[in-house]
């Protein structure tokens, strides 16, 4: 019997019109590190429930782990490049090491879908987690970037997109 390799999630999905980020670091206690990995299976279900409501709304949510929060709530096997986030640049170009455990990233083409599922998704985590950003974005006029171009044009197109696995 041939098994499937796992569906990855859907981090080459097109750009849609809206999307919100979120980051929240893991509060402690067993309790809620159970919360939390139960949650997880849950998360394609939440994402169905409320994409039902536009079928067309292209509704989705990449979830991922930083590297401790990965340990505490999963342990081995761990993934092969996963490593605490460093602060690095390149002279005055700094990216800072924020603090943060869980990243959502929702995006749909209305924010009512992200921010639908955004609620449930916090409301299933109950106190397990603690929001330290949440960032909301859209899509300007004809799909050009704030400063006028088209943006994406470049982007690998579905046939070419690389697969995880």
Known sequence: MQTRPPLSQAVHDPITRSAIFLVATVN??????????????DIAALVRS?????????????????????????????????HPFREFGA???????TPGDILLHIRADAMDLCFELATQ???????AVTVVDEVHGFRNFDQRAMIGFVDGTENPKAATRSISR
Request: glycine fraction near 16%; proline fraction near 7%; aromatic fraction near 6%.
């Open 91 to 97: 002279g005055q170009r700094v990216a800072v090491a």
């Open 28 to 41: 402690p206690g067993a309790e809620r590190a159970d919360t939390i990995r139960a949650w997880c299976g």
């Open 121 to 127: 998704l916090l409301a299933a985590l109950g106190d």
């Open 50 to 82: 409320v994409g039902k409501r536009v079928p067309g709304g292209n509704l989705s949510c990449v979830c991922g782990f930083g590297s401790d929060a990965w340990d505490a709530l999963f342990g081995d096997p761990r993934p092969a490049s996963l």
